[in-house]
T-cell receptor, first 109, second 115 residues
Framework: GQNIDQPTEMTATEGAIVQINCTYQTSGFNGLFWYQQHAGEAPTFLSYNVLDGLEEKGRFSSFLSRSKGYSYLLLKELQMKDSASYLCAVRDRSYIPTFGRGTSLIVHP | GAGVSQSPRYKVAKRGQDVALRCDPISGHVSLFWYQQALGQGPEFLTYFQNEAQLDKSGLPSDRFFAERPEGSVSTLKIQRTQQEDSAVYLC?????????????FGPGTRLTVL
């Protein structure tokens, strides 16, 4: 099985930077995904990491350290529309992604 | 649209009733997943298909849950004798294949309420 841990809730100010952490324990690591989910909507893909390091995509970046079982999602220049739940998902050798419970991000003016 | 579609979007069932939830994946996507999502939680894995083969059903909570994908495209999740604890959003996701950087594309979900 897998154990994925991420904070339940975070708050941040519009225009600021926020880092959402995810730690995991798994046998046979085979990739880590971040998804964004607005209330009442389906999750949408943000990023994928399989090698150590930082992947940058516009205002969003994701970092992975396989040896530490650790990832973070970095959101820059926060906008009100970034208020959502952010889901960390780890895939093992079974090719089935397992999701964490999600981090609810609240962006306020 | 070319996305994943699910029907119905909302379903209210009386306890003990059988329900069938449909998923139309993106055309050509080999992998199909079903998840159950409770309020304030992440999606919980139920079952996984590669084409028509159900490769993993370890997440199905009981033998009342059954899923099929007979022609390797549309999938149906059936819940027999529904119970109140079955109330949740049922998400379907498809991906081109199960490996590499292929992300999952999710449908809008079916919100099931069992009274």
């Amino acid at each position: 099985g897998q154990n994925i841990d991420q904070p339940t809730e975070m708050t941040a100010t519009e225009g600021a930077i926020v880092q959402i952490n995810c730690t995991y324990q798994t046998s046979g690591f085979n990739g880590l995904f971040w998804y964004q989910q607005h209330a009442g909507e389906a999750p949408t893909f943000l990023s994928y990491n399989v090698l150590d390091g930082l992947e940058e995509k516009g205002r969003f970046s994701s970092f992975l350290s396989r040896s530490k079982g650790y990832s973070y999602l970095l959101l820059k220049e926060l906008q009100m529309k970034d208020s959502a739940s952010y889901l960390c998902a780890v895939r093992d050798r079974s090719y089935i992604p397992t999701f964490g419970r999600g981090t609810s991000l609240i962006v306020h003016p | 649209g070319a996305g994943v579609s699910q029907s119905p979007r909302y379903k209210v069932a009386k306890r003990g009733q059988d329900v069938a939830l449909r998923c139309d994946p993106i055309s050509g996507h080999v992998s199909l997943f079903w998840y159950q999502q409770a309020l304030g939680q992440g999606p919980e894995f139920l079952t996984y298909f590669q084409n028509e083969a159900q490769l993993d059903k370890s997440g199905l909570p009981s033998d009342r849950f059954f899923a099929e994908r007979p022609e390797g495209s549309v999938s149906t999740l059936k819940i027999q004798r529904t119970q109140q604890e079955d109330s949740a959003v049922y998400l379907c996701a498809s991906s081109l294949t199960s490996g590499g950087s292929n992300e999952q594309f999710f449908g809008p979900g079916t919100r099931l309420t069992v009274l």
